[in-house]
């Protein structure tokens, strides 16, 4: 029984090195998508484009990653999934070598979305090849070291612009080497990368029909995020912070999703993922109700923030431990692909959303806007667990 315990808290050494090769893939990721957005915002400002161009030419990223979602299974069984991930990451740089030598604007448009296109591949394949590799006692600490990490790169990516004094042309040439750097592990852990395919037809209809509260779920987590990255500092300067603690306040979420997950992973390896993200979903409705009162509770605001971003953004990875448990091959590359277009749909949706709550109920329509996702992706969680008895998931035939 001891031995038996020691393996469920300390996960083989094998299966922690097959988790090495996407979590630094992603980790690369993240960072270089983190530097993008405030670079090319910057670069089109000083070109004289106009906030409108510059946040129309932002939302193709989350428009190629949707468009090119679609596509992506049937690109790994033309292809193989390790070779997309390869051709992601070298488009990746190439996208950025383009940024630097051209000035025309329908051309960047283009750009965008390519980049989007390569990033969504990258998602999709490295959440389904850490999924299908994770065994079933570590799983959710595998996944949420997997989104941690994601959320750090995302987090060190802007800091790198402010650590080069805001030199365009230093910060280009790391967003045009580090998605270089992800080719090392691609090609050192080649041989774990799974296959991701399976034969006969795919049953997707089923899955989606099965996976809807799981969708609901991602859906709230992938408002939450770009509303947060969005409007948080305007909702903290309107709630009476003063002058940059609302910026502060969106760094403190931030962080709290880069602590917080992993420990909802350990606890869903104990108490089951489902248990873990109807607590995680809990978590997200109560923190959206009581924003309002978190903005006036002082020192405590931080700390409050600080739980409610790690608790609530550890759905998504909670989402992806449930799946990788449930599916496998072409099933769960089909899963996160669905994950992957809703979340783009959140992404794309997800602002203008809370934003016309603000200007219909005043600066708390945010915080309603996202309670409203999150009360919907708890009750359709609870009722599908209490429906299958603690299993959404089956694999159909």
Wanted: aromatic share 8%; net charge neutral; glycine share 12%.
């Amino acid at each position: 029984m001891t031995d038996a315990l020691t393996e469920r808290r300390e996960p083989p050494a094998g299966m922690v090195r097959i988790a090495i090769g996407p979590i630094a893939v992603i980790g690369v990721f993240g960072m270089t998508l983190g530097m993008t957005y405030p670079l090319l915002a910057r670069m089109l400002e000083s070109n004289g484009a106009s906030s409108t161009v510059i946040g129309l030419n932002g939302a193709m990223t989350p428009l190629g990653m949707i468009v090119t979602a679609f596509v992506i299974p049937a690109l790994v069984r033309r292809t193989g999934a390790w070779r997309l991930m390869v051709g992601a990451s070298a488009g990746t740089s190439a996208v950025m070598v383009m940024f630097g030598l051209t000035d025309s604007l329908p051309v960047w448009f283009v750009l965008r979305a390519v980049l989007g296109a390569c990033a969504v591949a990258m998602f999709i394949l490295s959440e389904t090849w850490i999924s299908e590799n994770a065994g079933e006692a570590y799983r959710g600490r595998l996944l949420t070291a997997y989104t941690s990490v994601l959320a750090l790169g995302f987090c060190v990516g802007p800091a790198i612009l402010s650590l080069t004094g805001n030199s365009v042309r230093t910060a280009l040439a790391f967003a045009v080497l580090s998605p270089v750097i992800a080719l090392v592990p691609l090609f050192t852990e080649r041989s774990a990368v799974p296959r991701m395919e399976s034969s006969g037809k795919a049953p997707v209809t089923a899955l989606v029909r099965q996976m809807s509260a799981l969708l609901a779920a991602v859906l709230a987590v992938s408002v939450f995020d770009a509303v947060t990255l969005q409007f948080l500092p305007l909702y903290g300067e309107r709630s009476g912070l003063p002058t940059g603690q609302g910026e502060l306040a969106l760094t403190v979420l931030l962080l709290g999703q880069v602590a917080l997950q992993f420990p909802l992973g350990w606890l869903a390896d104990r108490i089951g993922g489902r248990s873990a993200l109807l607590l995680s979903l809990a978590a997200g409705t109560v923190g959206s109700l009581l924003l309002p009162l978190i903005m006036d509770s002082g020192g405590w605001m931080w700390p409050l923030v600080a739980i409610w971003g790690g608790i609530a953004f550890s759905g998504y990875p909670l989402v992806l431990s449930i799946l990788g448990a449930d599916l496998g091959g072409q099933n769960l590359l089909l899963a996160n692909t669905a994950f992957a277009v809703v979340w783009g749909v959140g992404g794309v949706v997800g602002p203008p959303y809370a934003g016309a709550a603000m200007d219909l109920w005043g600066t708390d329509g945010m915080a309603w806007s996202l309670a409203s996702l999150w009360i919907l992706a708890l009750v359709a969680a609870a009722f599908t667990l209490v429906r299958h008895g603690g299993r959404a998931l089956r694999s159909p035939q």
